[in-house]
T-cell receptor, first 112, second 115 residues
Framework: RKEVEQDPGPFNVPEGATVAFNCTYSNSASQSFFWYRQDCRKEPKLLMSVYSSGNEDGRFTAQLNRASQYISLLIRDSKLSDSATYLC?????????????WGLGTSLAVNP | GAGVSQSPRYKVAKRGQDVALRCDPISGHVSLFWYQQALGQGPEFLTY????????KSGLPSDRFFAERPEGSVSTLKIQRTQQEDSAVYLC?????????????FGPGTRLTVL
């Protein structure tokens, strides 16, 4: 079982739709959580960190459920420019362990 | 300002050839990471430096992979006797300090193809 699991999709949605991505992680000692966005043949870029209380940034809302080891990302009013791969990322923050552990990514295509 | 840069952007190597991939992190960034991303996969951690110290190399897939950051800035990832399974994009990332939610900034990657 991979340490971070995501539905790879692809998700095909019309403009204006609301779409939700889910992610589960296996290590209960995980401390920090992120959603990164990666466009085709580009490097990953941070979309948002995920805080315990949940957080929102414009059309994007991230939630964390530590008990279920589950992270979600909600995108409202999808735009064509939201088409990308969304990567769920986890970090342990224990001792010298600073590495990010990545899911495979969920592919989103927003259609006109 | 300048972001993380990597060179070369593309490298084609014959099987058995040695390659060296360079990463220039953002100036002043203490932490530097190398990742390997195969097609259709998420990045996989290779190794991590804090300044010049290599604190975690648990992700290096074999002893053919070697990374260094001798002066705590530029880093080089070397792959000896390349194999076809080494074909991937090699991403470098840096960040300022190791606080829990500190963002890692990525370079554009080096796409390595081993024939």
């Amino acid at each position: 079982r991979k340490e971070v699991e995501q539905d790879p999709g692809p998700f095909n949605v019309p403009e204006g739709a609301t779409v939700a991505f889910n992610c589960t992680y296996s290590n209960s000692a995980s401390q920090s959580f992120f959603w990164y966005r990666q466009d085709c043949r580009k490097e990953p870029k941070l979309l948002m960190s995920v805080y315990s209380s949940g957080n929102e940034d414009g059309r994007f809302t991230a939630q964390l459920n530590r008990a279920s080891q589950y992270i979600s990302l909600l995108i409202r009013d999808s735009k064509l420019s939201d088409s990308a791969t969304y990567l769920c990322v986890v970090r342990l923050n224990a001792g010298n362990n600073r590495k990010l552990i990545w899911g495979l990514g969920t592919s989103l295509a927003v259609n006109p | 300002g300048a972001g993380v840069s990597q060179s070369p952007r593309y490298k084609v190597a014959k099987r058995g050839q040695d390659v060296a991939l360079r990463c220039d992190p953002i100036s002043g960034h203490v932490s530097l990471f190398w990742y390997q991303q195969a097609l259709g996969q998420g990045p996989e951690f290779l190794t991590y430096f804090q300044n010049e110290a290599q604190l975690d190399k648990s992700g290096l897939p074999s002893d053919r992979f070697f990374a260094e950051r001798p002066e705590g800035s530029v880093s080089t990832l070397k792959i000896q006797r390349t194999q076809q399974e080494d074909s991937a994009v090699y991403l470098c990332a840096s960040n300022v300090l190791l606080v829990p939610y500190n963002e890692q900034f990525f370079g554009p990657g080096t796409r390595l193809t081993v024939l």
